[in-house]
């Protein structure tokens, strides 16, 4: 079975500070994605990676980066946190050219921005 | 651009009774269509997919789907609800020739009555 880990289920942190949110795959999956779960406006994709070092942004880029140094991890990086990204995060991978594969998820990080 | 609807944002069945979930999408070409389930706490669960060829699929847990192409609806089903159902479920239309692969619904959260 395909696992996707998020390194933190719960996490709380201070306005303006600087946030990283780990996930790791193993399943030697090319695609690599961030996802941000808010009631009534389902997932929305931040940003997502096909390969180590690639990136593309997805629908709500702002406020945040990514970094994939080795394909199996792929972080999430909040560079000065604010309240408005309080959100549950999913972290999601799949092969790549095979679009119609299913993705695989973590259990979600769920951060409070104080 | 492919979009999906999922017009219920919550819904409520007494268990044993049946139940259908709809979504509606917009996409051009032929879609890959997927359903997820979400467990309180928890990141989400392949329920099925359809890529092409029967247009009744079956998935996990009892649940099955049909594609109907012209009413661009994939209404997931099931005939009999288990208190265990509850939960949220995300309609997601994946696009060929994209990295960036899924677009979810909003979802529908399901509350199941004894």
């Known amino acids: 079975d395909v696992k996707v880990t998020q390194s933190s289920r719960y996490l709380v942190k201070r306005t303006g500070e600087k946030v990283f949110l780990e996930c790791v795959q193993d399943?030697?999956?090319?695609?690599m994605f961030w996802y941000r779960q808010d009631p009534g406006l389902g997932l929305r994709l931040i940003y997502f990676?096909?390969?180590?070092?690639?990136?593309e942004k997805g629908d709500i880029p702002e406020g945040y980066s990514v970094s994939r140094e080795k394909k199996e991890r792929f972080s999430l990086i909040l560079e000065s946190a604010s309240t408005n990204q309080t959100s549950m995060y999913l972290c999601?991978?799949?092969?790549?050219?095979?679009?119609?594969?299913?993705?695989?998820f973590g259990d979600g990080t769920r951060l409070s921005i104080l | 651009a492919q979009s999906v609807t999922q017009p219920d944002i919550h819904i409520t069945v007494s268990e044993g009774a049946s139940l259908e979930l709809r979504c509606n999408y917009s996409?051009?070409?032929?879609?890959?269509l997927f359903w997820y389930v979400q467990s309180p706490g928890q990141g989400l669960q392949l329920l099925l997919k359809?890529?092409?060829?029967?247009?009744l699929v079956q998935g996990i847990k009892g649940f099955e789907a049909e594609f109907k192409r012209s009413q661009s609806s994939f209404n997931l089903r099931k005939p009999s609800v288990h208190w265990s159902d509850a939960a949220e479920y995300f309609c997601?239309?994946?696009?060929?020739?994209?990295?960036?692969?899924?677009?979810f619904g909003s979802g529908t959260q399901l509350t199941v009555l004894p």
């Open positions: 399943m030697d999956h090319e695609n």
């Open positions: 999601a991978s799949t092969f790549q050219g095979y679009s119609n594969q299913p993705q695989h």
């Open positions: 997601a239309v994946g696009s060929s020739g994209s990295a960036r692969q899924l677009t």
């Open positions: 996409y051009g070409a032929t879609p890959y």
């Open positions: 990676s096909y390969d180590v070092k690639m990136k």
């Open positions: 359809y890529f092409s060829g029967d247009t």
